[in-house]
């Protein structure tokens, strides 16, 4: 075994251990890391004010550890959707009815209130599966599949990421690839873009199911810089294309002077009662963004806080600060503070509204409240605990609150004086378990 | 040994577990007596108050010096067991209380095995040294425990004396002895790693509690016996797996000897280890 310079030493003790010991044969060690699984559970309940969304979420993942620190995730989502949310349309100080996304019906908004879509209720389904190991003794592989299904919606996905390890371990590169393939097969067949909306029964501006295509590189450096301190950068790429739109969403046509929702002359039969059009999005968008973190740890607390910048060529831009503190409390609890704030930039085709002029619609044009300029705060408070049994619990509550403006400059006559930006004010509770086996 | 010792089996025969215990504990206490170097009139106070006067040992005092002159070149003098009298110096509790440097000059002049006389069976030290097995003497009787009880039953068997094992085999309805790597700053916490020990020895090295601190500087208790300053830059703990219980504690004694470097040392010795900082 000495013709072996690197592991002289191991074989050198061996010898010297035998002599000591007076063991003829020594029995080869057999020890290895105890392959088990390990359960991460999580309900977590998502209730915005007003009632409007509700999300309840029930998430479990499941970790199998190998030996040779190989691994295997298998996750599931299920979530419950209700409530109803924001349209795009502004709100009147008259009534105003919409028909319904599939076409087949009719809903009513009351005076001076913003409309919102109250058909929004789906049950979702996600699954994950990743595995991980080690190439050779620096580099780790992970390859991972993603799919999700709802009632009108459907999400296929691949992803591997590699990294490798430097500096005596202390650094470490990564680089992640994922695409993805959404279908949407909204009830009706989505609208066609900017096309008006018609009376019920009438479908002759739908089309048929549409997709999009997601691609992300990620490219990332973690670095130890001491054994308190830990610093990691990523950059990442984002490009979708194909149907980007939000076929529930539509903006309000109003009149150039007023500023009011243009009304339409009755039919026959049930339809809206004002002019709406739906809205249009390009076919592809580019995201860049940068993300920094910071871990800090200090005889059991430990501080951590992230900055990321995104820019998009959607004119979007955004900027998240999100800060955690963790506080342990005795020897088997803690307390943890979250902080995050974040602030975007609307959309180059955010609109308020669509004016009835007779000139040329924009090509593009939408006023769901996510593409506007908004603020945005989350305050929250964890606490967790480690039972005596070793499995862990955490029980965490945030308040979030959303509060966005309408460009000034877009705004027309009593328009005004209505605020048609949908603010937005949620409780998010989370109980979560963890336990291995 | 400074810590609680255990033997554990799988038997349904209580006068044959009680048999081993008897057997390990006996040989625990006679490790013990023999080579502490608290306890007067042992082989260890002989040598250290020998005073300059060659003492001639027994065989096994003998094997062991001989383990100990093989360690100190393995790690290029950095295992040295005449280094304990450093400990006078140094006290690892939390405080900021490092000792003067010319204290520890002076005391270093009493410290390496290059200045005793050793060639078997007799040692010869100079006036003033004293030597410690303490740092193999646990691992030491972990394995002759381990050897014992082997010659005594096939049941599978786990000697655990403070941390340190060695397995020889699994328990009855078990794939192995489920060992936990504990948190070195909080004991009754795991750090998460369990380790399914089925044969050989598990050592661990690192204790986070025992350390100085002074002007923003941390100094963790593992000496470095050529300067008579703490090496810099280990792991909080490592753990090692070896085929005997002696050679993972050497290794993971290596290992937190070469500070910053110790994952590198034991990935290159190619042995299973996990290290936490």
Redesign the interface.
């Known amino acids: 075994m000495r013709e072996k310079k690197g592991k002289s030493i191991a074989a050198t003790l061996a010898t010297a251990t035998c002599s000591l010991l007076g063991n003829t044969v020594s029995e080869p060690v057999q020890a290895q890391e105890e392959p088990g699984w390990d359960f991460n559970t999580a309900l977590l309940f998502y209730d915005e004010a007003d009632d409007r969304v509700q999300d309840i979420s029930l998430n479990f993942l499941a970790v199998r550890t190998f030996d040779d620190d190989r691994s295997l995730s298998l996750g599931l989502t299920i979530d419950t959707l209700t409530g109803p949310t924001p349209t795009g349309a502004i709100p009147f100080d008259s009534a105003q009815t919409f028909t319904r996304a599939s076409g087949l019906s009719t809903y009513t908004t009351a005076a001076e209130q913003i409309p919102l879509d109250d058909t929004f209720l789906d049950d979702r389904f996600a699954i994950s599966a990743s595995w991980q190991q080690p190439l050779g003794r620096l580099f780790t592989i992970n390859a991972g599949l993603t799919g999700s299904s709802e009632y009108d919606y459907t999400h296929i996905g691949a992803n591997v990421s590699l990294s490798r390890d430097f500096n005596k371990r202390n650094t470490t590169a990564s680089i992640g690839l994922a695409i993805a393939q959404d279908d949407m097969d909204t009830e009706g067949g989505a609208p066609i873009p900017l096309s008006e909306m018609l009376e019920v029964g009438n479908l002759t501006n739908k089309m048929g199911d549409q997709s999009k295509d997601v691609f992300d590189v990620v490219l990332g450096v973690t670095q130890v810089i001491n054994r308190n301190f830990l610093v990691k950068l990523n950059y990442s790429f984002s490009d979708s294309s194909g149907y980007l739109n939000d076929p529930y969403k539509f903006l309000s046509v109003v009149d150039p002077l007023t500023g009011d929702p243009v009304a339409v002359l009755p039919g026959p039969g049930p339809g809206p009662s004002h002019l709406n059009r739906y809205e249009n999005r390009p076919d592809s968008r580019t995201k860049h963004s940068l993300y920094g973190q910071a871990k800090y740890y200090m005889n059991g607390k430990v501080l951590d806080a992230s900055y990321r910048f995104m820019t998009d060529d959607w004119g979007i831009d955004s900027h998240t600060v999100d800060l955690h503190y963790r506080w342990p409390i005795g020897d088997t609890s803690y307390l943890e503070p979250h902080f995050r704030f974040y602030t975007q930039s609307e959309a180059d085709f955010y609109r308020v509204s669509l004016l009835d002029d007779g000139l040329p619609l924009p090509s593009y044009a939408s006023a769901d409240y996510r593409l506007g300029e908004f603020d945005a705060i989350t305050v929250g408070l964890k606490y967790g605990w480690t039972l005596a049994s070793g499995n862990e619990m955490s029980a965490r509550l945030e308040f979030y609150s959303q509060d966005g403006d309408a460009p000034r400059n877009q705004l027309i006559g009593n328009q005004l004086s209505r605020d048609p930006y949908p603010d937005l004010e949620a409780i998010i509770a989370q109980f979560s378990f963890r336990f291995g086996h | 040994m400074g810590s609680p010792c255990e033997l554990l089996t799988d038997t349904d025969d209580k006068s044959s577990a009680e048999q081993l215990l008897d057997i390990v504990s006996a040989e625990a206490w006679r490790v013990e007596d023999k080579f502490s170097r608290y306890l007067p009139g042992n082989i260890t106070a002989q040598i250290n108050t020998s005073n300059g006067a060659t003492v001639e040992v027994d065989d096994e005092t003998g ?2 010096l ?2 100990a002159e ?2 100190h070149q ?1 790690s290029d003098g950095l295992f040295d067991i005449t280094s304990g009298i450093l400990g006078k110096l140094w006290h690892f509790d939390g405080s900021d209380k490092i000792p003067d440097g010319d204290d520890v000059k002076s005391v270093l002049k009493h410290v390496g095995w290059t200045r005793l006389d050793w060639s078997r069976p007799r040692l010869t030290l100079f006036p003033g040294m004293q030597i410690d097995l303490g740092g193999l003497g646990k691992e ?1 009787a972990v ?2 425990a381990g ?1 014992l009880v082997a010659a005594q039953t096939e049941a599978g068997c786990l000697v655990n004396y403070g941390g340190d094992l060695v397995a020889t085999g699994r328990p009855k309805d078990a794939a ?1 002895w ?1 060992v936990g790597i504990e948190e070195p ?2 004991r ?3 750090a998460g ?10 050592a661990t090295s690192g204790d986070a509690r025992r350390f100085l601190k002074k002007g923003g500087i941390r100094y963790g208790h593992i000496l470095n016996p050529t300067t008579g300053w703490p090496i810099e830059g280990s792991p ?1 703990s490592v753990t090692v ?4 219980c ?3 504690g ?2 993971a004694t ?1 290992a937190m000897l070469k500070g ?2 110790a ?2 040392f034991l ?6 280890h996990w290290c936490l ?1």
Do not use: K
Not at chain 2, 193 to 202: A, D, H, K, W
Not at chain 2, 241 to 244: E, G, H, I, P, V
């Open positions: 094997d062991l001989d383990f093989t360690l393995l030491y394995d002759r050897n192995g489920r700053d909080d009754s916490a795991l790693q369990v380790i399914r020990l089925v044969r050989g020895g598990l909080r797996a070896a085929d005997t002696t050679q993972a050497m290794l290596l910053a470097a994952e590198d990935d290159q010795q190619e042995v299973r900082r």
